[in-house]
């Protein structure tokens, strides 16, 4: 059974390598209509990123956040086309590794997820079409092309720090909603983080910045104490720097964007204080209770 677990293990590093590759592509073309398809087939990619690391706990492992490489610059067509060669290599390593285990709902969730990577292969078979018979395709890195509202250098900085920050925190939640007994307010919380990545991305990327989808998650702890303060140490950080990013930068519509995450940073830490403060009870009770036991035994002696 070890060498399923790590196959999987290869498949979520994969998904994970797909949910960013389709993101860099999208942000990467100023065409509305087929960043929206890039953005819906990266949400594929996140269920199934969400779905192998539910099984992979559920049977008694540790989640994954690992990422494959991934092609993040050229011509549009020549990342469609990558994007095609992905989607060919993903549906062959799955085949391989559904013949690895005899693991029924395993075997399902493959043949689910396979589905999908043929209706995204196909998608993308269609979209390098359309692109062929564009007379004006797109060449060399199309989001040094764009023209939008102009930004300063270290505007554009500050976004890429959010976004950063954003991307790390989005997977730390995921991986302690996986580890914690999947709390719901967890996988909430890495929803708007997810919503906040976008924002920061796109806001790069229609100003003519290229975003860098890199994180900087670090050892994490499984407990529930520890991953509500970790949790909390982020949402802190967050609120701190988007409020001093605010204030550098004169672009209204990213200021719009700031105040909302901040928002929505605000009442993730009031809530992981909430969080905290229960499982400290918690803790409290249980340590009375042992001590109670304990005093019972000298008192007996």
Known sequence: MG????????????????IIQYLY??????????????????RDEMRHFKWLNEWLVKNGQKPSIDRAPVISTGSLKSLIEADIKAEEDTIKQYIEHKAMTDDEELIA????????ERSHREEFAKILEELESRDDAETGNPAEEKS???LAAHEAALLQQALEHEYTSLLQYLYH??????????????IDEMKHFGWFAEALAERGFQPLLEHRVEELKSDPESAAKSNLTLEEQAIKKFNEAREKIQDQEIKDIFDLALEHETYHAFSLKKELEKLKKLSGKRFTVGSLKDNGKEEKR
């Open 109 to 116: 969730l493959i043949d689910r997820i396979v589905a999908d």
């Open 3 to 18: 060498d399923i677990f790590e196959a999987v293990r290869e498949d979520i590093a994969g998904e994970h390598s797909a």
């Open 177 to 190: 909603y996986f580890t914690t007994g999947g709390s719901d307010e967890y996988e909430d919380f890495s």
């Open 148 to 150: 939008g509202p102009q």
């Open 25 to 42: 592509h999208a942000y990467a073309t100023s065409d509305e209509e087929l960043r929206g398809k890039l953005e819906s087939i990266a």
